[in-house]
């Protein structure tokens, strides 16, 4: 993979130590203007005795790795009008969901920012070993490849959606302790809103994570099929009515998932979804049925279980149910009677 023309962890250039001293402390005499006594932090801006660190203290060095473009020797002086700005609001922002906050830390370019399809050139830092995530500069596909159902996947896919080009961030993760996680987005190629893609290609991609979720859940990871079915689901949302026949079936399939992940609420809002548009399928009444036995309207989950054993008599899974639903309504019964003989008695 080619490797970008400035080394992304800003090692420094021992080559001419002298020259590079003198351009910093001409910088700090143009922002103090006392060369006597150069303050600590304003030297520490453009001299750092860690690597590692150099991509957060040294931001206008990764500016030009970020964006792939090398420095003109020319504007190495600067003046004061290259210090860092102070934070501001707008350098937070809030995932929705909450998932996590990211802080700005070099304000990228442009105001595009990557979509489906875009091929993302990124670096990240600060993720545990062993994480799977790989080191060094590597491309990314939105919305498309297995990156996606890595443990990190989720979390670069959110936030590089709202990353401009040449941006660096730091992310802070809810309940973890350690060094923020760092994100650097170098570039990106064009890519597409959902609602741009013709619907032939939304079904196409919504039958590819069908598949790939089936593929997940048969190997007994119920969390990531979920994943691949909600996003095909999201696809076929802004179909025109009728809309596509999938979704029944990505309904259906979700709520399989729900159901292992101990989501019994979802799971039967999953299969209402299918009842409404199929009330006659067996497995989203089965599963409402089993759902709603969890949360305990056992008046509910003996009517969904009689339908199907109405149509499939032998359907085994349906007659097991059934059998516990009736013993833990004898059990409710049984213990509601304890107890008005203890009131009444």
Request: negative net charge; glycine residues 10%.
């Amino acid at each position: 993979m080619e490797t970008p023309p400035v080394n992304p962890v800003g090692e420094k250039d021992t080559s001419q130590p002298q020259q590079q001293w003198e351009k910093n402390l001409d910088l700090t005499t143009q922002i103090r203007q006392q060369p006597r006594d150069p303050p600590t932090e304003i030297l520490e801006l453009r001299v750092s005795p860690d690597p590692d660190s150099q991509i957060l203290e040294n931001p206008q060095e990764t500016e030009k790795l970020a964006t792939g473009l090398e420095g003109d020797s020319d504007k190495s002086h600067g003046s004061a009008s290259e210090v860092p700005e102070p934070l501001q609001a707008s350098d937070l922002w809030y995932c929705p969901d909450g998932s996590f906050v990211k802080k700005i830390i070099i304000r990228g370019h442009g105001l595009d920012k990557p979509k489906l399809g875009s091929r993302c050139r990124v670096q990240a830092f600060g993720f545990t070993l062993g994480s799977g995530l790989p080191e060094g500069w590597t491309e990314l596909t939105m919305g498309l490849g297995p990156w996606r159902e890595e443990t990190w996947g989720e979390l670069i896919e959110k936030c590089l959606e709202s990353m401009c080009q040449g941006e660096q961030a730091e992310l802070q993760l809810p309940g973890r302790s350690g060094p923020p996680i760092r994100l650097t987005l170098a570039s990106f190629t064009q890519g597409r809103d959902s609602w741009e893609l013709e619907a032939t290609e939304k079904e196409a991609l919504a039958r590819e994570e069908r598949a790939r979720g089936t593929e997940l859940f048969r190997a007994g990871n119920p969390e990531l099929a979920a994943r691949c079915y909600g996003r095909a689901l999201r696809l076929l949302l802004t179909l025109p009515p009728p809309g596509s026949p999938e979704r029944t079936v990505l309904h259906a399939n979700l709520a399989a998932c729900q159901l292992l992940l101990g989501q019994p609420h979802l799971a039967a809002q999953s299969c209402d979804r299918v009842l409404e548009r199929e009330p006659g399928h067996l497995k989203a009444l089965y599963r409402r049925g089993v759902a709603q036995a969890a949360l305990g309207n056992l008046e509910k989950a003996t009517a969904d279980l009689k339908k199907v054993l109405a149509v499939d008599p032998k359907n085994r899974a349906a007659q097991e149910e059934l059998g516990k639903v009736i013993i833990q309504g004898k059990k409710q019964d049984a213990g509601l009677a304890q107890g008005l003989r203890k009131m009444f008695g």
